[in-house]
């Protein structure tokens, strides 16, 4: 009920907030609903699925079925104990992450994709000076453990004129019982989101997680992990770059 509201509520105002701020509203409904927010700048998108708003990240209606918030182990450990996390990517049993739940009815290739929430691409002055062509680094940490670990998927979604996903980040099949980060550089140029989408693999012992999810200007500052080719694609999105000028950042 709660990120109902929120997400209800957010859908109807336009939170006038820049890009590096996170907001946290509170509603309070007895007939009808009065809802309070307050907005922290944070520096850059980060979300570690703590709060049950989940930063305002949506499940996608389109596909077959839904991520998951949960903590310590995911939820059919007693029948496969052999996919999923213990914990989060923090250690923590208490802390939270997203995962997916590929335990029945789940079928081979059912599709689950959680969504950002919406950035604007501005202009940005700073000291006089226009920011032109923004790179941004998208990171997050992933959890791939089973043997019948299916696909994750991240596509740029450019939300102008007509709505355009790109993939940005693909890695298939078991990378063992351990979080690893993925970075990858994106070129929006127009409001867009990403999407992180899982895909149920061949059996029940395919969960896949996600946590610490970050969105910040400037480029990959690590090398890019090696990854195995045998089982796995990493691909960097070479988007086209446009005459995007950043200088607001906000949720819509
Ligand atoms: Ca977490
Ligand atoms: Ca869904």
Redesign the pocket.
């Known amino acids: 009920m709660y990120t109902t509201l929120l997400q209800y509520f957010s859908s109807i105002h336009s939170l006038t907030v820049c890009y590096n701020t996170v907001c946290v509203c509170v509603c309070v409904c007895v007939c009808v609903c009065v809802c309070a927010c307050v907005c922290v700048c944070a520096g850059e998108f980060q979300c570690g699925f703590e709060d049950e708003a989940v930063c305002l990240f949506s ?9 998951t918030r949960h903590s310590a182990a995911t939820r059919d450990t007693k029948y496969t104990p052999n996919t999923g996390p213990s914990a989060d990517h923090t250690g923590s049993k208490q802390g939270f992450y997203m995962y997916i739940e590929t335990s029945r009815p789940r079928l081979e290739g059912d599709k ?3 969504l950002t929430p919406t950035f604007n691409v501005g202009s940005k002055s700073s000291y006089g000076t226009v920011t032109a062509n923004p790179t941004y680094c998208f990171a997050f940490y992933y959890h791939m453990y089973g043997k019948h670990i299916g696909a994750l998927n991240v596509f740029l979604r450019q939300k102008g004129q007509t709505v355009t996903d790109t993939p940005a980040w693909s890695l298939t099949g078991n990378q063992g019982d351990r979080w690893r980060q993925a970075k990858v550089n994106i070129h929006p140029t127009t409001t867009f989101q990403m999407v992180i989408e899982g895909v149920r693999g061949a059996g029940i012992e395919g969960d896949i997680a996600i946590d610490d999810v970050t969105i910040e200007e400037g480029n990959v500052k690590t090398p890019r992990p090696t990854v195995s080719s045998s089982t796995s694609v990493y691909q960097t999105l070479l988007a086209p770059g446009g005459n995007m000028r950043l200088v607001s950042r906000r949720y819509l």
């Open positions: 499940q996608d209606k389109t596909d077959e079925f839904d991520w689950a994709r959680l």
